[in-house]
């Protein structure tokens, strides 16, 4: 072999070699996923699911982006679960929707999709953007159910139903029935530039004492303080709240601890928790200590940590006047709120206790933000809680641990 051919064969070599590391360079760094959640409610066991049945679901997304995804669920359902049609659009007025913008969902390609029992399935991404702030009306036609079904049981918001399958039409003739719960669907997400944070409670963070319709729940306010801050890399908010909920415990809705995985955890783009549960679990006179109780916010937050999420801990609120008040209950309340302001065991503090109580009486809340049962803000008190949140505690780098 020549000199000349010598040298053109080794850099045809060094050539393939450069390639062959690049290429395997590629392979090994892993592809952000661009996917973050704009609306989510957790998922709880309802009545009976009948089959044969359309839902039209109004949602109000947070964030906007491009290739929107749906999450259905069948987590608490005890046999297979037949979703036979599956439409998204945009609410006009009521069940009816803007001409021509309905649009047909896939699961892998497919029109229909059967879940088992426990199952959860994303739909086929599509093509467009949707816009932060937007009404969303997700129409399931429910083929075949039976046994519990999976949904969320106080939306606040109205939603439609009717039998037989009216998941395609644009018109609201045949949504006859008016219901006030979301069925099967606990999330929907975009792909967009903007992380995401999820408000993890129980029924002030659902959005009870809150106007129905009017999304003036405190996330919801959360929300659109976000949307109106250029240049945050937090945008999407995921309301996680469920009525009566608990930490420790399982009753209305499994516990916080149970269901952190599912309603939090695996939702997608989320940077930061916030953790604002506990007053259940001190209204229910089962002897919960101030010790259980931050025992359980620390395997919370410890889980969170691990999944590279910061969380902001919230003061659990006063409330006196409630039926189920009682002073041992509230001297552990003020204990705990004491470790959640100093322990350190929180990335950021969001103090609703010191925004909402009354300087007169602190163990009541402030009439002016009092929804009436001295137990849930009204929506002047939601607003506040959403105001006194310091919204650079949400820009997440990676949890302190």
Known sequence: MSGAAHRALIAVVALAATVLATSSAAAATPVADPSVVTWAASADRLGEAPSDRSYRLVVRTSVGGSGMRIRVSNAFGDRPLVIGSAYVGLRKSGARLVTGS?????????????LAPGEIRYSDPLPGRTEAGSDLAVSLYVRTAGGPATGHGMALQTSYATAGDHAAEERDGAYTDQIGSWFYLDAVSVDTGPGAVVTLGDSITDGWQSTT????????????????????????????????????????GQSALARLDRDVLSLPGV???????????????????????????????????????????????????????????????????????????????????????????????????DGGDHLHPNDKGMQAMADSIDLGDLECDGASG
């Open 271 to 369: 940077r930061t928790v916030v953790l604002f549960e506990g007053v259940n679990d001190l209204k229910s006179h089962s002897g919960v200590t101030a010790a259980s109780l931050t025992a359980g916010y620390r395997r919370i937050i410890d889980r969170a940590h691990a999944a590279g999420k910061c969380v902001v801990g919230a003061t659990v609120l006063p409330y006196q006047g409630w039926s189920e008040w009682d002073p041992q209950g509230d001297a552990v309340r003020m204990e705990v709120n004491e470790w959640i302001r100093t322990s350190g065991a929180v990335d950021a503090v969001a103090d609703f206790d010191k925004v909402l109580r009354s300087p007169y009486n602190p163990q009541r809340l402030l009439p002016t933000f």
């Open 102 to 114: 309905n649009r047909k969902l896939r699961f892998d390609r497919a029109a229909s999709v059967t």
């Open 213 to 252: 319709d009017k999304n003036l729940r405190w996330p919801d306010f959360l929300a659109r303080r976000l949307h109106g801050t250029p240049g945050s890399t937090v945008q999407g908010v995921a309301n996680a709240g469920i009525s009566g909920n608990q930490v420790l415990v399982d009753g209305a």
